[in-house]
């Protein structure tokens, strides 16, 4: 499955998700994120003080 590979990823003080080639597959926007779950294809993720699902 293509989001067990995708990893938090760190670009000027925003977190996205990047694939094992450093490829951002989700743009750095975010404040805070959690690495996908294995069996559920979302992640977690908070910008400012909002928290959500991608």
């Known amino acids: 499955m293509i989001v067990d ?3 938090p990823y ?3 003080g925003k977190y996205g998700f990047c694939n094992h080639n450093k ?3 989700i743009p750095c926007e ?3 994120v959690v690495r996908f ?3 559920r294809p979302i ?3 908070r910008n400012r ?4 699902t991608r």
């Open 5 to 7: 590979k995708l990893i």
């Open 10 to 12: 760190l670009k000027q």
């Open 23 to 25: 490829e951002i597959v």
């Open 30 to 32: 975010y404040d805070l």
């Open 37 to 39: 779950w294995s069996n």
């Open 43 to 45: 992640s977690m993720v």
């Open 49 to 52: 003080q909002r928290y959500g």
